[in-house]
């Protein structure tokens, strides 16, 4: 192992524990750190891809790219110089990243504004308040997704809207007919209770009231049998990129996370509707349906929720080979 000096360790140490609160497929954490003397190398972990949901490993370079996003801010928020080298090894397309810390540098406001809603960004499978986001927000989410190398596509119009719902439920009705897709999905949320990795029961949404618009995925919950009617206007939005390379992939997932700390800094909750991208006939359909050039990576709906708890993460230790002196990572978070 190198030699990191105590003072380049503490950036790193708390560099590491900011990233690994990012959003990840089922919350799976597929990855893993290597640390250097000035440096963190990111890694995909290959023992923790979703094999039905994900077999290209396309949203786990998401969460990945998420987490990579953090570790970048929160050294940039830290008063670091942060320089992202993407896809360091052409001969490793699981090296997916080194992050070089370049010496002082102060952040921005908007940095430290991000960087202040790491912490807050949770995944909301409730209902959100019947409130319209307002334009200045719209556009800020917008523009986050930009920032990265992506797009993000407000489906405003209505039909749109409805066009999406549709490949929704039909990729969602494929799920859960699915027998393997339900073992997997037993194995990271029933399966993982107690664990500090996989959905916990207690972040399960409640079940929407008949004629919903969207169909939000069923995880094993608490609240599984409890049924509420949801906003009626819902903001729904499509990341996209122009290309689908690992590369893209990663960069995609950067966006993903600004675009969710912008939302989480501005008061907006947000959940996912990833059934579309993880059935190949209705990843293509949604593809035509947002014009055909580019490629949609997540769809997310946004809007005013309630405050939850925040779900568990694996320690620094275990996802990194930094020797720290880890606090508990599970404090205040939800325990089932
Ligand atoms: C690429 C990706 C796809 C996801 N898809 C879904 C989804 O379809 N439905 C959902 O409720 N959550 C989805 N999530 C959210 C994860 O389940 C969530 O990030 C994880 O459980 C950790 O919880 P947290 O976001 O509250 O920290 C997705 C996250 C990522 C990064």
New binding site residues.
Partial sequence: MTTIDATMSAVIESALRAAI???????TQPWRFVTGPSHVELHLDRDRILAVADPDSR?AR??CG?ALFTLWLALRAGGRGAVVDLLPDTDRPDFLATVRITGERAASPELDTLAAAIDR???N?RPFAQRAVPAPDRWALVRAAESEGGQLLLLDDPRGLGALAVLLRRADHLQEDDPDYQVELRKWTVERAGCDDG?PLS?GGPRPLGGNLLA??R?HSDDATVVRSFEQDPLVAVLATSGDTVRDQVRA?QA?QRVLLTAAAAGLSA?????P?EVPFTRGALRQLIGGRDHPQ?VLRLGYGQS?A??KRRSVAAVSDLPVHDTVVGEKESDT
Avoid: K
């Fill in positions: 609160r990012a959003p990840s497929v089922h919350n949203e998401l969460s998420a960004r949770i995944t499978r959905v972040a939000l995925r995880y997932g993903l959940s996912f509707l990833s059934q991208m997540t939850l925040r779900t």
